[in-house]
């Protein structure tokens, strides 16, 4: 192998291992998300704007009540991804991965408590919920939920893939959705 071929394949396999989602990828994520919810009518929407416009140390506004919807949503999510290819699932799965990575932080977990995977649960539940929700908890960690759960979120688009292409995405970002895997969310003691 020629030296300029190495090089290539160097800079090409490290280009991979820092790949991130695209503004269009979000995007299309945050569309998907919407058009899911909103399928299912009123009432799920006014209860993800109260809970995203809520003060989180009142207690006037029960997030526990979205739990109910969760499947319902997650069941409009399966069918509008029903013709997606491998690489639009692989794209999406990337998305789900920053997000929950990019919230997988110490103050988050402060709020909503939980195991290792306890914790990832609820970063999907925060993710499910939609981008407002999920801007809020960024911004403001008090906005997120004490021992909420949405694990089919976590790894949705990695499992739709396994089930329509065979075989697990490979996202190419090098980072993990797992807890406490974000360096820069958990300061060191």
């Known amino acids: 192998m020629s ?7 160097r800079v090409t396999e490290t ?7 695209t503004t269009e990828d979000e995007a299309r994520f945050w569309a998907l998300v ?12 006014a209860l993800r704007r109260a809970v995203t416009a809520r003060d989180p140390e009142a207690d006037d506004v029960d997030p526990y009540a979205l739990d109910a919807w969760l499947d319902p949503f997650l069941a409009r ?15 999406l799965d990337r998305v789900v991965e920053r997000k929950l ?10 709020v909503t408590d939980g195991s290792d995977d306890g914790f990832l649960y609820c970063r999907g539940w925060i993710v499910a919920l939609g981008r ?5 908890v960024r911004a403001d960690p008090a906005m997120a939920v004490l021992d909420a759960d949405c694990e089919r ?8 893939h396994a089930e329509r292409f065979g075989d697990w995405p490979d996202t190419g970002s090098g980072i993990s959705r797992e807890s406490v895997s974000n360096p820069a969310g958990w300061p060191e003691e």
């Open 3 to 9: 030296v300029r071929l190495a090089t290539l394949r």
């Open 15 to 21: 280009a991979d291992l820092a790949r991130v989602p």
């Open 34 to 45: 919407e058009a899911a919810w909103a399928s299912l009518g009123p009432e799920p929407a």
């Open 77 to 91: 999510l399966r069918a509008l991804c029903a013709d997606l290819s491998s690489r639009e699932l692989t794209d």
């Open 101 to 110: 990575y990019d919230i997988d932080r110490q103050d988050v977990h402060d």
């Open 132 to 136: 407002e929700f999920y801007e809020a």
């Open 153 to 160: 979120m976590c790894y949705f688009f990695a499992h739709l």
